[in-house]
């Protein structure tokens, strides 16, 4: 009995890791006053003269964080916190040009080497909070649009499986290196997998 309790365990435990991988994500618009009132302190400088200032919830398979979405000085960002308020990173939507040529010949080899085929969607510069630093820091070197050896390198993008195309989200670290590739699955698949 104890060795079948053991190997159930070993199972499930592959099942959750598995499941750990892939990323579905639920995003729902708020209001701002439902935004967390301790984040939108450390933003709200930087949303001076920005537009389209849209707040959100949002939840994947792991966890549940909040997001404030802006246009400001010709970049889209995207600062998200966790579910308590505290910085977790901000992105900014950029160009393949924008990424220093040998991290970018890194990640195109990494794709190569695992997809046959594949279609970028979205590349994001991504400035997450490191131990040490304060989240007025990272907020500070973000809207700087610095290159830091913290940066990470987000992309979007589908790649042919069989006969049909999987979307991968993908993070990268300054070199290139992967941090953590997962399948991702649109919203619509809410009704199918819950």
């Known amino acids: 009995m104890m060795k079948y309790n053991q190997t159930l365990l ?29 984040s939108f302190s450390l933003i709200e400088d930087y949303l001076k003269n920005a537009r389209r200032v849209r707040f959100y919830k949002e939840t994947d398979s792991t966890k549940l964080s909040y997001e404030a979405k802006f246009k400001k000085d010709r ?70 649009n610095l290159i830091l050896p913290e940066v990470n390198y987000e992309l979007v993008f589908s790649a042919k499986e069989k006969r049909d195309y999987q979307e991968y989200e993908a993070l990268f670290d300054s070199e290139g290196q992967p941090i953590r590739v997962r399948k991702s699955f649109p919203p619509s698949y809410d009704h199918v997998l819950y």
Do not use: C, M
Not at 93 to 117: F, G, Q
């Open 75 to 144: 970049l889209r960002y995207s600062v998200e916190f966790d579910k308590n308020g505290a910085l977790e990173d901000v992105e900014f939507i950029i160009k393949e040009r924008d990424i220093p040529n040998d991290t970018w010949n890194a990640i195109v080899s990494h794709l190569k080497k695992n997809h046959a085929k594949y279609r970028i969607k979205k590349i994001q510069q991504q400035h997450p909070v490191k131990n040490g630093q304060s989240e007025e820091k990272t907020l500070h070197n973000a809207f700087q």
């Open 10 to 38: 070993l199972v499930f435990a592959i099942v959750q890791l598995g499941a750990a991988q892939d990323k579905y994500e639920q995003e729902s618009r708020i209001d701002k006053e439902e935004f967390p009132s301790r």
